[in-house]
């Protein structure tokens, strides 16, 4: 069964969303112990019951070294080729925490594992409709306590990346998904604040 590791899984529907992948996958959703509980009180009164080859494991993204005891106490094989996604979080997280987890991440995944990374690009790099977003994103997350801090420019993440243990690194502008939107017509566009980092060993 293939490993696909979800880091900062939140409330992440995918093992209910997706059953037909889920059939061959172990999945591990990692978040932090409050943000799970909550969830499975959520699930519990939804009526959702987990999936058997869903496991959870709790880490602190700012205590990387965490991450591989939780990960193996839940049953993932650091000897076997895996999938990670981590989406929505290097924001909030000093790019020195970011380094670290790439680091950490980079130490358990066996040769052939593949990551996907979001993070935040400068102003520069975005549109005036993803800027207005992107303000309205960092009042709203300040106020609540959680601030978006890091907003880093491609080449500076390929290479925290690298120096992390990922020799294969790219970004992808979600600029390059337009074609996918063609033909619609209510709108909806590629949001050009985030950008995804896609690294691989």
């Given at each position: 069964?293939?490993q696909?590791?979800?880091?900062g899984?939140?409330?992440?529907?995918?093992?209910?969303?997706?059953p037909?992948?889920?059939?061959?996958?172990?999945?591990f959703e990692?978040?932090?112990?409050?943000t799970?509980?909550?969830?499975?009180?959520?699930?519990?009164?939804?009526?959702?019951?987990?999936?058997?080859?869903?496991?959870?494991a709790?880490?602190?993204?700012?205590?990387?070294?965490t991450?591989?005891?939780?990960?193996?106490d839940?049953?993932?094989?650091?000897?076997?080729?895996s999938?990670?996604?981590?989406?929505?979080?290097?924001?909030?997280?000093?790019?020195?925490?970011?380094?670290?987890?790439?680091?950490?991440?980079?130490?358990?995944?066996?040769?052939?594992s593949?990551?996907?990374?979001?993070?935040g690009?400068?102003?520069?790099?975005?549109?005036?409709?993803?800027?207005?977003?992107?303000?309205?994103?960092?009042?709203?997350?300040?106020?609540?306590?959680?601030?978006?801090?890091?907003?880093?420019?491609?080449?500076?993440?390929?290479?925290?990346?690298?120096?992390?243990?990922?020799?294969?690194?790219?970004?992808?502008?979600?600029?390059?998904?337009?074609?996918?939107?063609?033909?619609?017509?209510?709108?909806?566009?590629?949001?050009?604040?985030?950008?995804?980092?896609?690294?691989?060993?």
């Amino acid at each position: 069964m293939a490993q696909y590791v979800d880091l900062g899984a939140g409330l992440n529907s995918f093992a209910w969303r997706r059953p037909d992948l889920m059939a061959g996958l172990a999945l591990f959703e990692v978040d932090h112990a409050a943000t799970q509980e909550w969830k499975r009180g959520r699930l519990a009164a939804a009526g959702l019951a987990c999936p058997p080859n869903l496991h959870f494991a709790t880490a602190d993204f700012r205590e990387p070294e965490t991450l591989g005891e939780a990960l193996t106490d839940a049953g993932f094989d650091p000897a076997r080729a895996s999938i990670w996604s981590w989406l929505g979080v290097i924001q909030y997280l000093p790019l020195a925490a970011v380094g670290s987890m790439l680091r950490a991440v980079a130490g358990l995944a066996a040769p052939g594992s593949k990551l996907v990374a979001s993070y935040g690009v400068p102003d520069e790099l975005m549109d005036s409709a993803s800027v207005e977003f992107t303000e309205l994103t960092r009042a709203f997350t300040a106020r609540i306590g959680e601030p978006q801090i890091t907003w880093v420019a491609p080449a500076e993440i390929e290479a925290v990346a690298q120096a992390a243990g990922w020799p294969h690194v790219s970004s992808l502008n979600p600029a390059s998904f337009a074609p996918w939107f063609a033909g619609r017509t209510d709108g909806l566009a590629p949001v050009l604040a985030e950008w995804l980092l896609v690294a691989e060993k």
